[in-house]
């Protein structure tokens, strides 16, 4: 008999208790008295393991009024056996089939999962996308309700080019409200740029993607690299900054580097003092004097400064000792 017709409505026992091919069970039934053997034990029904006739009449004997419908128990339990045998008998034989080209392994492969998994059900692209869109909009409307009650925040952005294609990233981080020591950080969007990458068309991308999240009055700045784009880009949309700057100072300094230079007698080196008090109060116009901020104020990525005085500045200076 089958498992499914009968693992519902007995007891496996101890298979070491029958003897050979053969399993006991208990019957389940309400209405069923177990028999009693000559030492007072209880006397399972004994079941081959080849056969399961023995069972079946057992049921219907117990079972006059045909309320637990064995019959169509039955008949479902063998039909989901014969199914089975079929799809294995369909699996096809890889050497008795060449398989010449990729086509032939890929139909191979589908007719051996349909075979072996026939419940399941094979997807095509547009479940998989309509799934990405749905995942997407969720995660989305998390971070926006995330952002909703921010007060303090920072981006960072990039801007490259593969295959001839054009994307502008931009990362969002700030503290936890209720920790307010632990940093979180989440994607705001990776845009597709058309056109060149001119400081305008960045600005514009910029501003979508900080009005789409409301987050542009909570933006306390943002981090690039030292491209040109987008340092005009921030130059014309940025927020003024309210740190100072030392051109005045590091002009002053090269101007005296350069005579120093020009003087072909051996200088000792000098070092050149500032007031800190000074340069801390000292407030800079000339950074920005943009009135109608549209972006936040601009950070230069330090480690970008570094990589650059270490692959090229390093070169000149060489070149400079070299030549003296």
């Known amino acids: 008999m089958p498992h499914s017709v009968d693992e519902s409505e007995s007891e496996s026992k101890d298979p070491k208790e029958a003897s050979g091919n053969q399993k006991l069970y208990k019957c ?14 209880q006397k399972y029904l004994s079941v081959s393991n080849k056969s399961r006739s023995n069972a079946k009449r057992h049921y219907l004997a117990h079972d006059p009024k045909k309320e637990l419908r064995h019959k169509e128990k039955w008949a479902s339990a063998i039909a989901k056996i014969k199914s089975k045998e079929k799809h294995l008998a369909i699996i096809p034989n890889p050497t008795t089939q ?20 026939s419940q399941l059900e094979l997807r095509g692209r547009t479940f998989f996308t309509e799934l990405l869109k749905k995942k997407f909009y969720e995660r989305q409307t998390q971070l926006k309700a995330a952002l909703r009650n921010l007060t303090d925040a920072t981006t960072t952005l990039d801007a490259w080019t593969c295959r001839r294609r054009s994307y502008l990233g931009e990362t969002i981080q700030w503290f936890d409200q209720k920790s307010l020591i632990k940093r ?3 994607c705001l969007g990776c845009r597709r740029i058309t056109g060149r990458h001119t400081y305008d068309v960045l600005a514009k991308l910029i501003e979508s993607i900080h009005d789409e999240f409301q987050i542009k009055d909570k933006l306390r700045g ?14 014309e949309n940025g927020a003024k900054s309210t740190l100072p700057t030392y051109v005045a100072q590091i002009n002053a300094v090269r101007e005296e580097n350069q005579q120093f230079s020009d003087d072909e007698e051996e ?3 000098e070092m050149h003092y500032f007031v800190l008090g000074d340069l801390l109060t000292e ?10 901020a549209t972006l ?19 070169l000149k200076f060489q ?3 070299l030549n003296n």
């Open 28 to 41: 389940l039934f309400e209405g069923c008295i177990v028999k009693k053997k000559h030492d007072g034990s």
């Open 98 to 117: 060449k398989i010449l080209k990729q086509n032939d392994f890929d139909n191979f492969v589908m007719m051996l999962m349909s075979s072996l998994a």
């Open 184 to 186: 979180r950080n989440a």
């Open 222 to 235: 943002s981090t690039t690299d030292n491209g040109s784009n987008f340092i005009k880009c921030f130059r």
């Open 267 to 269: 200088l000792e080196e």
């Open 283 to 292: 407030m800079s116009d000339t950074n920005n004097n943009n009135e109608t």
């Open 296 to 314: 936040p104020m601009h950070r230069r990525c330090a480690c970008h400064l570094l990589s650059l005085i270490t692959k090229a500045d390093v």
């Open 319 to 321: 070149d400079h000792f």
